[in-house]
Nanobody, 123 residues
Framework: QVQLVESGGGSVQAGGSLRLSCAGS????????MGWFRQAPGKERERVAS???????TYADSVKGRFTISRDNAKTSLYLEMNSLKPEDTAMYYC?????????????????WGQGTQVTVSS
C-alpha cells in the first residue's frame, strides 16, 4: 500500500532545532510535489513548505529564513530542517505527496498523507 511515515518530532526549547523526515513506501514520489503541513489546536491546517518535482520550493511567510525543505528522489524521502524554533511553531506536522505528477502548481487537492509527528517548542 502507499504510505508516508514521518519521524523526527519532539520537544525543544525556543531557539532550538529539529529535522523532520518523511519516507514513502510502495510508490516512487520523485515526479510529485511533496510538502510539509502543520496544524495547531484550534487552528486550521497551514502549508509550511513545498517542493516540486523540479526542485522549486515555497515557504509560508512565518517560517522563511528558518525552515528548509529538501528531498532525495532516489530514496523517495522528504526532509524539513527547522531552526530558531518559536513557541508558535508548536503543532502536529504532516508530510504530503501530491497525487498529480509533474505539477508546477502543487495544490495537494488529492494527496497522500502521513500520520503526523508532534513538534512542541517551549519558551
Amino acid at each position: 500500500q502507499v504510505q508516508l511515515v514521518e519521524s523526527g518530532g519532539g520537544s525543544v526549547q525556543a531557539g532550538g532545532s529539529l529535522r523532520l523526515s518523511c519516507a514513502g513506501s510502495a510508490y516512487t514520489f520523485g515526479d510529485n510535489c511533496m510538502g510539509w503541513f502543520r496544524q495547531a489546536p484550534g487552528k486550521e491546517r497551514e502549508r509550511v513548505a513545498s517542493i516540486s518535482s523540479f526542485g522549486s520550493t515555497t515557504y509560508a511567510d512565518s517560517v522563511k529564513g528558518r525552515f528548509t525543505i529538501s528531498r532525495d528522489n532516489a530514496k523517495t524521502s522528504l526532509y524539513l530542517e527547522m531552526n530558531s524554533l518559536k513557541p508558535e511553531d508548536t503543532a502536529m506536522y504532516y508530510c504530503a505527496a501530491d497525487r498529480v505528477r509533474w505539477s508546477s502548481l502543487c495544490k495537494y487537492e488529492n494527496a497522500y498523507w502521513g500520520q503526523g509527528t508532534q513538534v512542541t517548542v517551549s519558551s
